[in-house]
């Protein structure tokens, strides 16, 4: 049957666990301490991930024994076999620390500097709600010999990352060195069917298209990174059903497609059809979960964008339609969500260049921000769709959807823009280390008291009289309770920043596109684009990763940008902001960008 979600005590007592985050609602009302949650997807692949790991321990050994021949002299542990001890699998933990969830080891050699940089910034387990990301590289690196092509690939990207956070000209050399090692070897794998397939070959590009993003061209580029994605989706292809038979290779097939589908949604073109068939597959086999719903209902949005770019749908009634489905199933995506996919947004008077109008939301780490915020930007895609239909319609001879509920739709559809470009710009908090990885939603130390509101059962200690039986001379109502002098009004909790300059750079990487497209959106002013460059300079100064400074740098210089929020509607209400949307949309640069680089990969 279907495999329960529950905690280890409720599934054992055979009752109903809410999976709430620390504590689910049963052992809290009995007292006990709750053991934490499953792994869902290691029950799906549970013989073979055993498998997996013994076959690597047992290489390890085999390699250990041969190195050492019948010497009895102690040896200093390889880096390999520190990969392979931090892989032995362990019961993942609801609230882990920085140190728990961020798998690395002591650096000896440049080599060593690099992975462990790797590791210590892209790698992450799972946990709670988080799927981890990247999180099988260590069992992969476990398995090859020493030189592989992925070892390789991590050594690059790993270097690029601290060459660029410390401005290290002799290291960078290093790292496009590496590069051009794992190009090479990655060019020799693909001509063996037998290494093309293997995960580590697979893996190795899509590694390769994260130095890309960090270490890319001195300008705004998508070319080299998009070239190492449809490389990666090729193998795919080629890798069949069978890559999901096992909890690695389905990893590192969802690390591959999730790559693939952000291309595809920037370029507004659909994924190829072999591919969106085995994303199906993979997610009817497996538990669901906001994580999983959410990739589901991105592929669906992909397919819409791209029909509609290619001119497959052209009617603007089917278009709205069909729009205004996708985006109410998306909002759905989070309304059974366990606690632990919840966030609570805090408030403080610290002024910071990465903090939009004083508040900022906590989640329960990076991977599920960016969950949120992949969300937010197909909501917010579907409801400019939205909008641009509707003005065809009122601008079309005769008018189409001149009903006022169409209006009125108009209307839902900015504030919902509105709505999701704001709750982008107070996720960047989490992405950047402004929030501590040990800090966790409605969980504050500082202030454990007003992380929620009070219960409603205690207000009525805080009046002069009795609610059953009001004064008759003082009569009861919302308007005398708000201004009386007794009445303290709830406050957000007060929180103070302090940025790790240690957090993960995979938390920068995963706020590019998010920014973006909350900066280019058609409801944001100056004020926006402002801190979105504000950001984006800081991940590309601070956390290693280029491609971030180039886009600041493509938004700053840009003319469809620079004059942002200066034009002004002739008219006011609904009709002026028709007028004012008709105006060239200010992702076309970056559509026409893409474009260009798709001819010249071509020519």
């Known amino acids: 049957g279907k495999p329960s979600k529950g905690c280890a005590n409720c599934r054992t007592r055979k009752i109903k666990c809410n999976q709430g985050v620390p504590s689910c609602g049963q052992c809290m009302k009995a007292d006990r301490a709750c053991p934490g949650y499953r792994n869902m997807v290691d029950l799906a692949f549970r013989d073979e991930s055993s498998a997996v790991i013994e076959k690597a321990k047992a290489k390890t050994r ?71 990301y990247f999180n099988y590289c260590h069992e992969l690196l476990g398995e090859d010999v020493m030189g592989s092509v992925l070892k390789t690939s991590i050594i690059a990207s790993g270097l690029a990352i601290e060459a ?51 270490c890319g061209s001195n300008q705004l580029s998508m070319k080299a990174w998009t070239e190492h994605i449809n490389g990666a989706s090729t193998l795919i292809r080629m890798r069949g059903r069978s890559q999901l038979n096992n909890k690695i290779s389905f990893g590192v097939f969802i690390y591959g497609t999730s790559h693939l589908l952000l291309s595809c949604m920037q370029r507004e073109i659909p994924m190829h059809p072999e591919i969106l068939e085995l994303r199906k597959f993979a997610f009817s086999n497996i538990p669901s ?17 791209a029909a509609i770019k290619s001119g497959a749908i052209t009617d603007p009634e089917l ?63 579907l409801n400019e769709t939205i909008r641009s239909q509707l003005v065809k319609g009122f601008t079309s001879n005769p008018p189409r959807f001149s009903n006022p509920q169409h209006l009125a739709q108009f209307q839902v559809s900015t504030q919902i823009i509105t709505q999701m470009r704001n709750e982008i710009l107070r996720s960047v908090a989490q992405h950047v280390g402004l929030v501590p990885l040990s800090r966790k939603p409605f969980q504050s130390n500082a202030t454990p008291s007003n992380s929620m509101a009070p219960p409603l059962q205690n207000l009525s200690t805080e009046f002069p009289f009795s609610l059953g039986d009001p004064d008759p001379e003082a009569p009861l109502s919302f308007i005398s309770l708000l201004s009386s002098p007794d009445f303290v009004p709830y406050e957000h909790p007060y929180q103070t920043l302090t940025p790790d300059p240690t957090f993960p750079a995979i938390g920068g990487y995963f706020l590019l596109w998010p920014i973006y497209v909350a900066a280019v959106t058609r409801v944001s002013q100056p004020i926006h684009c402002v801190f979105a460059i504000n950001v984006l300079n800081y991940i590309g100064e601070n956390m290693g990763i280029r491609q971030a400074s180039n886009m600041a740098s493509f938004l700053q210089a840009h ?10 509607a002739k008219e006011g209400g609904v009709m002026g902001e028709i007028n004012n949307w008709r105006m060239e949309a200010p992702i076309q640069p970056l559509r026409e960008m893409f474009e260009r680089e798709e001819i010249e990969s071509k020519s």
């Open 559 to 568: 003319p469809a940008f620079r004059g942002r929020g200066m034009e002004k």
């Open 164 to 214: 660029n956070a410390k401005r290290d000209s002799q290291l960078l050399v290093q790292a496009r060195r590496n590069y051009a090692i794992a190009l090479s070897k990655i060019n020799s794998a693909l001509r063996s069917p037998v290494e093309a397939v293997k995960d580590g070959v697979l893996l190795a590009i899509i590694v390769l298209a994260v130095f890309e993003t960090c």
């Open 289 to 305: 979960d906001p994580g999983w719903e959410f990739l589901r209902k991105c592929d669906e949005c992909t397919v819409f964008r």
């Open 62 to 132: 085999a390699r250990a024994e041969l190195g050492n021949g019948s010497s009895s002299a102690p040896r200093k542990a390889s880096s390999r076999s520190k990969l392979c001890a931090a892989s032995s699998p362990e019961s993942p933990e609801i609230f882990s620390s920085a140190s728990s969830s961020i798998i690395s080891f002591a650096p000896s050699s440049i080599e060593d500097r690099g992975i462990n940089c790797f590791l210590s910034n892209w790698v992450s387990k799972w946990s709670g709600p988080s799927h981890g």
């Open 319 to 381: 278009i709205f339609s069909a729009a205004l489905q996708l985006d109410n199933e998306m909002a759905e995506v989070f309304d059974d969500a366990s606690p632990g996919w919840m966030y609570e947004t805090v408030y403080t008077d610290v002024e910071s260049p990465l903090v939009f109008g004083g508040y900022f939301d906590i989640y329960y780490d990076h991977w599920v921000a960016q969950v949120w915020n992949g969300s937010r930007c197909v909501r917010l895609g």
